[in-house]
Structure formats: structure tokens, C-alpha cells
């Protein structure tokens, strides 16, 4: 149980953590290699792009866990306690019908491109496993959308009861 709430707690900020230090790790050397040995890294660039695609994906999820992702205020600064909630709730709805959509359809693409075999140029990876970042962090988004949803949920209730 302890892992598991470990998890639930942590797991995109390791995610976050290890894909910020490859990115970081061989821009660095790509910079070293190119001005100080006059070399260059045919790989790195590639590395370091899909890196950040998958940095921008599982930063959705931890926006979403965190509370931090972009919403406009002013509607929720005239609203009451159970105004707000409610509010919250249908935006979280909507947005987790978005990250349903981008899953489903982006699981589809990453699948087909994964069946082709296609490869990116350099690392010679298969494309697919890159494609696959937007159906992991929108799956990992709408866990995220669920647990709040959940939470908003027995909020609601509370206030109604009492």
C-alpha cells in the first residue's frame, strides 16, 4: 500500500525528473561536443526533442494533480462555495472528455505507427514509442481529473448536508 501512494504521489514528478535530466544531460554534452571539441552528436537533438514531448505530456498530468493548470478566475470570484464547486466540476468534466478523446486517438495513432515500424532518423527508435507520450500523459491526466472529480464530488455533498 505504501507504493502505491508513493506513486500516487510522486510518480510524474520522477517521470518529470528523469526526463528533464536527459534533456538537460545531452543538450549540455551537444554544446561541449560542438564548441569545445569541434564535434558534433548526431543523436542528441532528437533525444532532447522527444524528451520534451514527453516533459510537456506528463506535465498536463501534474498540472491537473497539482491544481495549477491554466483556468480563468473572474467567473469563480463571483460565484458562492457551492457555485465554485459545481463550476469546477463541469470544467473538470470537459476536460476530462478531452483527455479521453486524445487518449483513444492517440493511442490509435502510436498503435499504427508502431505496427509500420517506422524509426526516427538518428536514435533509429521506433516513432511510435514517441506518439505514445500524448495517449500516457492524457491517461495519467484523466486518472488525475477523476481523483479531483471525486474529491469535488464529496465536497459537494458535504455542504449540502450540512
Known sequence: MKVLKWLDEHFEE?????????????????????????????????LARYSFIWLVYLGISYGVKKQRHIKIDAVFLLLKDKGKIVLAIVGNLLFLAFAIFVLVYGYD??????????????????VGLVYLAGPVGMGLTAIRLLQQLFQQGKE???????
Do not use: C, D, Y
Open 156 to 162: 459537494l455533498f458535504k455542504k449540502e448536508l450540512t
Open 14 to 46: 520522477l517521470l518529470l525528473g528523469i526526463f528533464t535530466v536527459i534533456m538537460v544531460i545531452v543538450t549540455a554534452a551537444q554544446v561541449f561536443m560542438r564548441f569545445v571539441l569541434e564535434n558534433s552528436l548526431t543523436w542528441s537533438e532528437e
Open 109 to 126: 495513432i502510436a498503435m499504427k505507427l508502431l505496427t509500420w515500424g517506422q524509426t526516427s532518423p538518428a536514435l533509429h527508435i521506433p
